[in-house]
């Protein structure tokens, strides 16, 4: 399995390419690159969040904590929040994700269960989708960014996982063997059903929140027809 460092070496570095990639064929400022990186970068920590060791937690939980009121503003300011409403609202988001959510995957999480998962990925590109929504711009140019964000967030969770899987081969020997943990990373269930439906019921309804979010591919196509 592989360490926490290699985790973040590896998801930091996908996340200058997505960056990168932002800026130069996408034609995104600094800040949305950035944000694009640090997703990735962050993606690639987010499998151990079940873990039983408390540093990489802590310090997840406090970025997330961070970055989650960070990817609301903009859907907080088109409700019409004031400032001082907007710093409660951000704040109170941090305190939840830090301590209430932290709290609960501690208690009903294992380490390398469902959360070390193709829907765990499918799960956290989800949120970020559903939690950023860029105000003022094209349906198109909205959908782009999001997906953007969010695809960011699964080449980080996904370097995880393979990383893990590459790891549970052992080359040590003549003939190369898995160990123990084979198969336990880029998986679609584990060993314990409730685990596993509580899983893809979670997929599911972000799955149709976004769905109604995003709208229809031929809307966004009429939109930006009609402003050329």
Known sequence: MAGFYAHISTSSALGVGV???GFYYLGYDWGACCLAGGLTAIGGM???????SGIPVREMFGLAGLLVPLLLIERLQARGFRAE???VLLAATYFVIRYGVAEMFRKVTVHRGMFHSVPALLIAGLIVFLAHRPDHVLPADEMRKRMFFALGTMIGFLSHLVLDELCSVDLLGVVPKLNQFAGSALKLTSQSWPAT????TILCVLGYFAWLSAGSPTDWQLVSQTTK
């Open 85 to 87: 409403q907007l710093l």
């Open 46 to 52: 987010l499998p151990d969040l079940d873990s039983d």
């Open 197 to 200: 439906l509580f899983t893809y």
């Open 19 to 21: 960056g990168v990639f």
